[in-house]
């Protein structure tokens, strides 16, 4: 059973490109979190998300960032025209519906350059 | 959202001791808490969880501590080795299945 994927590991983008992180979930998880964390800092939440549903999305800011977790593929973190402040390690977590046995197990993380 | 503290950003101790990391919660409704290590460059990892109708829970090395009465959670590590060494943080799972992190505790082992 692998655990959390993400990809890529490492991405390295200019200002005003896009920037877009995959998130593929456990098997068997049907949630989703999005985490930020920059150098030295904590974990920042971003957006949690079920299968076509966004359940939370207070952390994310209100603009440029989106995400999605469609019925099919993982879940996308989308980052539009980018700017150096969004250099950062992105990390997803999933976890199964509640009740059913209920960690959440974090992916390794994506790590943003904006150059 | 609620919000998940931890007391102190940085622990030193000395290899072979005991490391307790503490956290407090402000959710008096989280029904469930998990403790994650994160080493350098690496996505956090489960260590140890517990429910909210308990108040402590032993794994192997490790024991985690659960006050409701005053909202703390606490992480016991027993003979603490170099390999111990990481960033530590609480979770805490709100009625939601939403997860909040605490900043996070460096723990350093001295040889």
């Known amino acids: 059973n692998a655990g959390v994927m993400q990809n890529p590991r490492h991405l390295v983008r200019r200002r005003g490109q896009e920037a877009r992180l995959r998130c593929s979930p456990m098997k068997g998880h049907s949630h989703v979190y999005w985490y930020r964390q920059l150098p030295e800092e904590g974990l920042k939440f971003m957006v949690y998300l079920q299968k076509e549903n966004i359940i939370d999305e207070s952390g994310m800011p209100k603009e440029r960032f989106s995400a999605e977790f469609p019925k099919e593929g993982p879940s996308i973190l989308r980052i539009q025209q980018v700017v150096r402040g969004d250099s950062a390690a992105y990390f997803c977590?999933?976890?199964?519906?509640?009740?059913?046995?209920?960690?959440?197990?974090f992916g390794q993380g994506t790590r943003l350059t904006v150059v | 959202g609620e919000s998940v503290g931890l007391h102190l950003p940085t622990l030193s101790v000395q290899e072979g001791d005991n490391s307790i990391i503490n956290c407090a919660y402000s959710?008096?409704?989280?029904?469930?808490f998990i403790w994650y290590k994160q080493e350098s460059g690496k996505g956090p990892q489960f260590i140890i969880d517990i429910r909210s109708n308990m108040d402590k829970r032993q794994g192997q090395r490790v024991t985690v501590l659960l006050n409701k009465t005053v909202k703390h959670l606490s992480l016991q590590i027993a003979a603490t080795q170099p390999g111990d060494s990481a960033v530590y943080f609480c979770a805490e799972r709100d009625t939601g299945n939403q997860f909040y992190f605490g900043t996070g505790t460096s723990l350093t082992v001295i040889p």
């Open positions: 959710n008096s409704a989280s029904d469930y």
């Open positions: 977590a999933s976890s199964p519906p509640q009740g059913a046995g209920t960690e959440a197990f």
